[in-house]
């Protein structure tokens, strides 16, 4: 019988460019609490076992520090994304760090994004319902920035199941028009990635195989990056991987650029004391 034993991944090992730093440890709530620490709580909520962080060199200590607060050693490990260049290789290149270190299903999130305090649960009833990937999805409007354009994955979709994803680039709302850098028109509701992916355990032995052959071919480039999306595309389209579609509630916010932090921020204070206590009870 499969595990339904979960863990949750962040992905906080980015630099942040558009925001102008390591915006994966700005403070958030009463408490100043880091944005993925929500997620954490969540996941404690729903019954996850453990809590995996990919960060870059550099920050184990402030991320240690700060989780030490509430969650006990035992539940959480950082990974730290080592790389031979200044910029990190991308979320696939991150992720494939984690191989050899969970037997179960994981569920990834962005450490910069908050998804909706149902997300973890959501999960947790796939994976008690035997479902083995899935990616859950937002609508695109909500998640536009009104600060400049973004980058989503487009989601194609038959019969509950995803059968592509493609990336779009410089997408943005102008003049109540959803367009890209391409001049493409999209409907407010088309169904988005926000790298919030429900994956097995052996994904992760596909994903290293994908990653090292990327990294001999391109070794020396000090830009180019292997993005999760992508990857996940090819292996749908390949037929080793079934990834169902999820829709989640519209409740996601972000901090892509430095001008979205202060309503990021008064959103999470909103949460305090209806979703989520100002102290977190400890997870041991």
Known sequence: MPTTDAAL?????GLGARFGGAKQIEPFGTEGRFLFEYACYDAMQA????????????????VAAQ????????????????????KPWGTAH???????????????LNADDYYGQSICQTAMSLIQNGVEAAALAFELAPT???????ARGLCQTEHG?????????????VNDQITDEQGREFSPNALISMNAWLLPSTFLELLKIKVQDFLEVHASH??????????????IETGVLQVQIQQMPADWFGITYAADLAAAKSQILALEGKQYPRNFSEWN
């Open 94 to 108: 991150a992720l494939h760090f984690l191989y050899g270190k969970w037997k179960g299903p994981f569920l990834v």
């Open 222 to 235: 000090e830009t180019l990056e292997i993005y999760l999306p992508r990857v996940i595309n090819e292996f």
């Open 161 to 173: 199941y995803l059968t592509a994803i493609e990336e779009v680039l410089k997408i943005e709302m």
């Open 67 to 86: 989780l030490n607060q509430w969650i006990q050693p035992a539940r959480y490990e950082l990974i730290v994304q080592e790389q031979n260049r200044s």
């Open 47 to 62: 019954g996850f076992q453990k809590v995996f962080i990919i960060i870059r060199p550099g920050m184990q200590d402030i």
């Open 9 to 13: 991944v962040i992905l906080a090992g």
């Open 144 to 150: 536009l920035s009104p600060n400049g354009p973004v």
